[in-house]
């Protein structure tokens, strides 16, 4: 007879996921995925001025901080056909990027490494041995004995105070985990460095932005002006501190991540072949090199898979209303006069309807209504987004930098490209282009600096700036990949002002409920035939949804069962 097991939350950090998985004989054979939260930043936006729109939805999340504002600027701007000037274009890419690096890193070591090392078998390692192994993968100068030593000991002391501190609460001892000793030392090191790197690159977002978490956007452009003498503009100095930026994150990545990502796939080869989920994936693209109206030059090439056809890429379009709709036939919202059908985003409605348990409760109401996330689709097709979707469709679509750096890391692993579609191919694919994009981001730096030299300095275009210059209507999107996969706003501006707004976010394309034909998403589907080996210790299922870094927080806001805001927080 069949168990049900609950994983609640399952995120770390980021928003609240429920996750219920039905296991039989060792194995998931049914499973369901729940954003508990409720979101309500349609609601929030409606009546507002359409260039304000950015500075709300930015604070979607504390971690995708930077791409909702650029999705957010990238609609008004298709709405009201403003093109922005190249050195806008670099600095949003260069602003893209930094989140990217920041974000992938801190997910691996912080979000998703302590599913594969264990903490406390490191207390038994030899630092000698440690030192040995981390010469032998990189040249990484922090390598000595009495470094992982030192290391060692710091986690020593936490775990005899009894007070594991972010350590806490983890399944340590599980059977599950498969490092030796001497690599989960090393593994657990590089997750304290890594604490301490990644508050450096998103330097970058104050240099240009003005601050991290959430930093300035501006529609036509970028909020600051370029000046090589000016003390008060984006002067030779500070271009400088971003070339050191970029050199040092080039190397964390080549030195310390890509190596132990490697280095700990290599003792899980069996799951590559775990965690598969959908065949279908979604890429909206980004990071462009001839202005962003122009898709067929981005370095994320934009497009679809289906049936994991390497052999042929469809073509996606932001416009098209065939292409993306959102069902609500087990999400708690209702559609006036639609019913639990779809609607496009332009149509899009946002009326909650609760019909579940008030929490606590001991399981979810499958059947019925059990999730605060809607189902999008795209061609009526589940579709799974993120880094994976990302190097498939690149790697597809003949990218050259993708399949060389695909080709390398399959070599090292010796595994065929197949074995992308799994757990740990997912979690591989974060880690290559994390490595991808270190090396765009000196791209766009130095195309950057190359226009300045010639007397470029633009960073705004004004025209049509003004409201009364806009059209009584207009419809925009605006496309992106934020780091967990294909991020959309789509808006209607009436009268000047936002009529209409809808965010579709790449968790709701992944942790949603299932569509009105009982399709599975991303998340429920990946579960399938999972292993388990404890049920009360479910190692596994945390290892395949966090594969896919999910992060509720722009999917769903806080309220309580009967729709109050239990808290309102003034940004303007």
Same mark, same amino acid.
Request: contains cysteine; glycine residues 8%; proline residues 6%.
């Given at each position: 007879?069949?168990?049900?097991?609950?994983?609640?939350?399952?995120?770390?950090?980021?928003?609240?996921?429920?996750?219920?998985?039905?296991?039989?004989?060792?194995?998931?054979?049914?499973?369901?995925?729940?954003?508990?939260?409720?979101?309500?930043?349609?609601?929030?936006?409606?009546?507002?001025?359409?260039?304000?729109?950015?500075?709300?939805?930015?604070?979607?999340?504390?971690?995708?901080?930077?791409?909702?504002?650029?999705?957010?600027?990238?609609?008004?701007?298709?709405?009201?056909?403003?093109?922005?000037?190249?050195?806008?274009?670099?600095?949003?890419?260069?602003?893209?990027?930094?989140?990217?690096?920041?974000?992938?890193?801190?997910?691996?070591?912080?979000?998703?490494?302590?599913?594969?090392?264990?903490?406390?078998?490191?207390?038994?390692?030899?630092?000698?041995?440690?030192?040995?192994?981390?010469?032998?993968?990189?040249?990484?100068?922090?390598?000595?004995?009495?470094?992982?030593?030192?290391?060692?000991?710091?986690?020593?002391?936490?775990?005899?105070?009894?007070?594991?501190?972010?350590?806490?609460?983890?399944?340590?001892?599980?059977?599950?985990?498969?490092?030796?000793?001497?690599?989960?030392?090393?593994?657990?090191?590089?997750?304290?460095?890594?604490?301490?790197?990644?508050?450096?690159?998103?330097?970058?977002? =104050?240099? #240009?932005?003005?601050?991290? $978490?959430? %930093?300035? @956007?501006?529609?036509?452009? &970028?909020?600051?002006?370029?000046?090589?003498?000016?003390?008060?503009?984006?002067?030779?100095?500070?271009?400088?501190?971003?070339?050191?930026?970029?050199?040092?994150?080039?190397?964390?990545?080549?030195?310390?991540?890509?190596?132990?990502?490697?280095?700990?796939?290599?003792?899980?080869?069996?799951?590559?072949?775990?965690?598969?989920?959908?065949?279908?994936?979604?890429?909206?693209?980004?990071?462009?090199?001839?202005?962003?109206?122009?898709?067929?030059?981005?370095?994320?090439?934009?497009?679809?898979?289906?049936?994991?056809?390497?052999?042929?890429?469809?073509?996606?379009?932001?416009?098209?209303?065939?292409?993306?709709?959102?069902?609500?036939?087990?999400?708690?919202?209702?559609?006036?006069?639609?019913?639990?059908?779809?609607?496009?985003?332009?149509?899009?409605? =946002?009326? #909650?309807?609760?019909?579940? $348990?008030? %929490?606590? @409760?001991?399981?979810?109401? &499958?059947?019925?209504?059990?999730?605060?996330?809607?189902?999008?689709?795209?061609?009526?097709?589940?579709?799974?987004?993120?880094?994976l979707a990302r190097m498939l469709v690149a790697y597809a679509s003949g990218s050259d930098d993708v399949k060389e750096v695909v080709g390398e890391a399959l070599a090292k692993l010796d595994a065929p490209v197949t074995a992308l579609f799994s757990t740990l191919g997912r979690t591989a694919a974060r880690g290559l282009e994390t490595r991808l994009t270190a090396h765009w981001m000196k791209e766009f730096y130095e195309m950057l600096l190359a226009n300045i030299r010639n007397g470029d300095t633009r960073t705004f275009?004004?025209?049509?700036?003004?409201?009364?210059?806009?059209?009584?209507?207009?419809?925009?999107?605006?496309?992106?990949?934020?780091?967990?996969?294909?991020?959309?706003?789509?808006?209607?501006?009436?009268?000047?002002?936002?009529?209409?707004?809808?965010?579709?976010?790449?968790?709701?394309?992944?942790?949603?409920?299932?569509?009105?034909?009982?399709?599975?998403?991303?998340?429920?589907?990946?579960?399938?035939?999972?292993?388990?080996?404890?049920?009360?210790?479910?190692?596994?299922?945390?290892?395949?949804?966090?594969?896919?870094?999910?992060?509720?927080?722009?999917?769903?806001?806080?309220?309580?069962?009967?729709?109050?805001?239990?808290?309102?927080?003034?940004?303007?």
């Amino acid at each position: 007879m069949a168990k049900r097991i609950v994983v609640d939350p399952i995120t770390r950090i980021e928003g609240h996921l429920r996750v219920e998985a039905e296991v039989d004989n060792g194995k998931i054979v049914d499973a369901y995925s729940s954003g508990t939260m409720v979101r309500g930043f349609e609601i929030i936006l409606r009546g507002r001025d359409p260039r304000d729109a950015w500075a709300f939805t930015e604070r979607a999340c504390g971690v995708c901080t930077t791409v909702h504002a650029l999705a957010s600027v990238r609609t008004v701007e298709n709405a009201l056909d403003i093109t922005v000037p190249p050195n806008a274009e670099l600095i949003r890419n260069l602003m893209f990027c930094a989140q990217y690096l920041q974000d992938h890193v801190v997910h691996f070591y912080h979000l998703h490494a302590l599913d594969w090392v264990d903490v406390v078998s490191a207390l038994q390692a030899d630092p000698e041995e440690t030192a040995t192994i981390a010469r032998s993968i990189s040249s990484w100068p922090k390598s000595s004995p009495n470094y992982f030593r030192d290391v060692q000991n710091r986690v020593k002391t936490l775990v005899e105070s009894g007070q594991l501190g972010i350590f806490a609460n983890a399944y340590w001892g599980h059977p599950a985990y498969k490092l030796p000793a001497e690599v989960n030392l090393l593994g657990v090191t590089h997750y304290l460095e890594a604490l301490e790197w990644q508050k450096e690159i998103v330097k970058v977002h =104050t240099v #240009f932005g003005g601050k991290n $978490p959430h %930093p300035n @956007y501006l529609v036509g452009g &970028v909020p600051c002006s370029i000046n090589p003498d000016d003390a008060m503009a984006i002067n030779a100095e500070r271009l400088a501190m971003v070339g050191g930026l970029i050199k040092d994150a080039m190397e964390f990545v080549e030195k310390v991540y890509l190596p132990d990502l490697l280095a700990i796939a290599s003792f899980y080869k069996e799951w590559f072949a775990i965690g598969g989920g959908l065949t279908n994936y979604l890429c909206y693209g980004d990071l462009p090199t001839n202005g962003y109206n122009d898709p067929s030059n981005f370095k994320f090439p934009r497009g679809a898979i289906l049936n994991r056809n390497l052999d042929a890429v469809q073509e996606v379009n932001g416009d098209d209303p065939d292409q993306v709709r959102e069902y609500i036939a087990h999400s708690w919202y209702k559609y006036q006069g639609n019913g639990d059908g779809a609607l496009h985003p332009w149509d899009g409605e =946002t009326e #909650f309807n609760y019909t579940g $348990p008030e %929490p606590p @409760y001991d399981h979810l109401n &499958v059947e019925g209504k059990y999730s605060w996330l809607k189902t999008p689709r795209w061609k009526d097709h589940p579709m799974e987004v993120g880094p994976l979707a990302r190097m498939l469709v690149a790697y597809a679509s003949g990218s050259d930098d993708v399949k060389e750096v695909v080709g390398e890391a399959l070599a090292k692993l010796d595994a065929p490209v197949t074995a992308l579609f799994s757990t740990l191919g997912r979690t591989a694919a974060r880690g290559l282009e994390t490595r991808l994009t270190a090396h765009w981001m000196k791209e766009f730096y130095e195309m950057l600096l190359a226009n300045i030299r010639n007397g470029d300095t633009r960073t705004f275009n004004g025209d049509r700036w003004e409201p009364d210059t806009w059209p009584k209507e207009a419809k925009g999107v605006g496309l992106s990949e934020a780091p967990r996969g294909a991020l959309a706003h789509w808006i209607v501006i009436r009268d000047k002002k936002i009529h209409n707004y809808q965010l579709v976010v790449p968790s709701t394309w992944n942790a949603s409920p299932r569509d009105a034909k009982g399709q599975r998403s991303a998340y429920e589907a990946s579960l399938m035939d999972t292993p388990v080996a404890q049920a009360d210790q479910p190692l596994e299922i945390l290892r395949t949804v966090h594969s896919f870094d999910p992060c509720i927080a722009c999917a769903v806001h806080l309220h309580d069962p009967q729709g109050r805001h239990l808290n309102r927080i003034k940004i303007m």
